[in-house]
């Protein structure tokens, strides 16, 4: 993550041999199925291109969500932060190395410009943010997202009406890099910045962001029930501009194959994606052990690089407008936008009745 950011049976059912990271999986895709999930206890997470996604996601859909949780990005709008033109100036200079505090992007203020965009209808109403729970994580030896941007979230959901230290809280791991952090001696050590951006630092943050939004949770399984599911993502995506890859993964708990559970969305960061490093954040980053004992269902969507419009070469998440077709006209960051509509989609999709 550098700076400047086929068909198969659905195996719903059939445990293969589980391990602490092993689980079934359909090695081909299928089609997302519908699992009667309860729409009224979906929530967000995301690391660096995918927490900036994380934060536009919360804010445009905030009547769907119910708490997010956002590791080594900034807030909503952050690449508007001056003369609100996004731009990949703006993204790298104020949203990811700003040189200064000066420099970097103003909560409060970006706050004030969704409150704006709600009123124009082209985001959910702001006064759902407050209902919300949100966790933010940041690394002290983080030098591509610096901490002094990740601060700004917390005065972003402050000025929204959440509480800090209670229903917003964040937290900075002193030596830690640019990544998501676990408790695994087999990831990366704590302080680098380096692919597969896993780092082991001791703390597990997807368990402490879900322990977050839903309050008090089971222990982690050690072994695996459930089954990933590898689906076509492509029917959900409309135009050719998105760069989100052909599948994408669900991991969902033997227990949700019956019962209505919730929903979160896990949105890799920059070069995480599956056509980069594999099945390392969908497999290893701790999500799955949590909502295994839970009923959470995960889902992983999927953005990959391109070297050709729209030009991605990292394969990161759209927060500067990467995906645009009208430069005059920007809906990256709005309940417009390809990328988001589709993750949305893809969600409500796994809320839709199962068939019987």
Request: net charge positive; glycine share 10%.
């Amino acid at each position: 993550m550098k700076n400047g950011m086929k068909k198969a049976a659905l195996l719903l059912g059939a445990v293969g041999e589980m391990g602490v990271m092993g689980l079934s999986q359909a090695q081909e895709s299928s089609k997302l199925p519908a699992l009667g999930a309860n729409m009224g206890q979906v929530s967000v997470s995301g690391l660096s291109s995918g927490a900036f996604m994380t934060a536009q996601l919360n804010s445009a859909y905030s009547a769907s969500f119910m708490g997010a949780g956002i590791m080594a990005g900034g807030p909503f709008l952050c690449s508007k932060s001056y003369g609100f033109n996004a731009n990949m100036d703006n993204a790298i200079n104020a949203c990811m190395n700003p040189l200064t505090a000066s420099v970097a992007p103003d909560g409060k203020k970006l706050f004030a410009e969704a409150v704006k965009l709600a009123e124009a209808g082209k985001i959910d109403p702001v006064e759902n943010l407050k209902k919300q729970r949100v966790m933010i994580f940041s690394g002290g030896k983080d030098k591509t997202v610096r901490p002094v941007v990740v601060k700004q979230v917390e005065a972003y959901y402050v000025a929204a009406g959440l509480e800090s230290g209670k229903t917003v809280k964040y937290q900075e791991i002193a030596d830690a890099g640019h990544a998501i952090t676990v408790n695994d001696q087999d990831a990366s050590s704590c302080s680098i910045t380096g692919t597969p951006y896993v780092n082991n630092c001791g703390i597990t943050e997807s368990s402490a962001i879900l322990e977050h939004i839903y309050g008090n949770l089971k222990p982690a399984a050690t072994f695996l029930s459930g089954t990933m599911v590898r689906f076509n993502q492509k029917e959900f995506i409309k135009g050719t501009r998105s760069s989100m890859s052909e599948d994408a993964f669900a991991y969902v708990p033997k227990s949700c194959e019956t019962e209505s559970c919730r929903v979160h969305v896990a949105i890799h960061g920059c070069q995480q994606g599956y056509k980069v490093i594999g099945k390392t954040y969908y497999t290893k980053t701790g999500y799955n052990e949590v909502a295994d004992t839970n009923n959470i269902i995960v889902l992983y969507p999927q953005v990959e690089p391109k070297n050709s419009a729209p030009f991605n070469p990292q394969g990161c998440w759209d927060f500067w407008g990467y995906t645009e077709t009208d430069s005059q006209n920007k809906t990256f960051f709005t309940k417009d936008a390809p990328q988001m509509k589709a993750i949305m989609e893809m969600v409500s999709r796994l809320g839709q009745p199962r068939s019987k």
